[in-house]
């Protein structure tokens, strides 16, 4: 099992920001059906202001490359991609198209 944590930010909007998340309590199934089929067993999304932050528990032989590719084929993935879009904005220090970020681990809690 692999771990990513990602970063995006919304438009600081509080009535987008309200709309953004009216859509993920009721996700598109096809979406759904997307993610888990790329092998992503475990996703959770959390905000704070603008900010959003994602967790993801993948099989050990996931690649974001290979989602992409699959998503790029998804008319549905993409609709929804292009619904999003209208709400999120890149992180500042984002390169053109980049949409959610993967963090860098710098601190583990030893045992």
């Known amino acids: 099992m692999k771990r990513f944590c990602l970063a995006l930010d919304l438009k600081d909007d ?6 953004y998340e ?3 309590q009721n996700g598109w199934p ?3 059906k997307a993610i888990k089929e790329a092998g992503i067993e475990v996703m959770d999304i959390y ?3 603008n ?7 993948t099989k050990d032989d996931f ?14 993935v993409q609709e ?6 209208k709400y999120q904005q ?20 030893p045992t």
Do not use: C
Not at 14 to 19: D, Q, S
Not at 91 to 106: F, Q, R, S
């Open 63 to 76: 690649s974001f490359e290979e989602k992409s590719k699959s998503d790029a084929r998804n008319q549905k």
């Open 51 to 57: 900010r959003l932050f994602m967790i993801m528990e």
């Open 80 to 85: 929804w991609e292009k619904l999003m879009w």
């Open 30 to 32: 096809e979406n759904l």
């Open 90 to 109: 890149a992180l500042p220090h984002a390169k053109p198209g980049e949409k959610w970020m993967v963090m860098n681990k710098i601190f583990e809690l």
């Open 22 to 24: 009216k859509y993920h």
């Open 14 to 19: 509080p009535a987008l920001i309200a709309e």
């Open 47 to 49: 905000r704070t202001g």
